[in-house]
């Protein structure tokens, strides 16, 4: 910037060196015409002074002027200034809303290793009562057929009392006496050949 400064400031010099002998020319034939001639050459001398004295001036802008141009900015920075501070306040709300997300979602972390741990307790729970009811139900089979073997047992033993006591008693089949109720036992037995 400084270098484009100095060869500015060069060039001025320069044309005011080239320009300073036509200035004076213009200054002595000035002075060497009399008062009373009707001739003025100062507004020649003003067209060229102000010819060169827009050369070296910067061309006005034709867009907004700095004032506007400043009004402008400072208007937008205004609503940027606005935008910046809704945009921090809704980084805010989402940092807010973030950390009560995050402690749900701890809240509910722990409620859920409880519940799995719950589920899996119950779960064992159920396995060993399926196991303790099939032991019941093996046992109640095995109770059954014990039952059954004591009542044809007991019905066998009737019989021979039955028979030892006089009674004549139908023979069966095998099957019969060992699936037969014991209704159906004493309905044959009780009825004795009397003579």
């Given at each position: 910037m400084e ?14 060196i ?7 020319l213009?200054?002595c ?6 008062a ?19 050369r ?24 940027l200034?606005q ?20 402690d749900q979602?701890?809240?509910l972390?722990?409620?859920l ?7 899996a ?5 159920l396995?060993?009562?399926r196991?303790?009811l099939?032991d019941?139900?093996?046992d ?31 023979t069966e ?8 109720t ?5 309905a044959?037995?009780?009825m004795?050949d009397?003579?």
């Open positions: 270098k484009s400064k100095m060869r500015s400031d060069r060039k001025i010099i320069i044309l005011a080239l320009f300073a002998p036509v200035f004076l213009a200054g034939s000035s002075s060497q015409q009399p009373d001639l009707a001739v003025e050459p100062v507004p020649f001398e003003r067209q060229q002074n102000d010819a060169i004295a827009k070296f001036q910067e061309p006005d802008p034709e867009g907004p002027t700095v004032v506007e141009s400043a009004m402008k900015l400072s208007g937008e920075y205004a609503r200034t935008e910046a501070a809704e945009l921090r306040r809704q980084n805010e709300d989402f940092i807010a809303k973030n950390r009560q997300l995050s979602t701890a809240s972390d722990a409620q290793k409880q519940a799995q741990q719950e589920l307790e119950a779960n064992s729970l396995i060993e009562m196991v303790e099939n019941w139900k093996a109640i089979l095995g109770f059954r057929n014990e039952m059954r073997n004591a009542e044809t047992a007991q019905l066998e033993t009737l019989l021979r009392i039955l028979k030892v006591l006089g009674g004549q008693v139908a089949s095998a099957s019969a006496k060992n699936t037969g014991v209704g159906s036992a004493i044959s037995s009780n004795p009397r003579p």
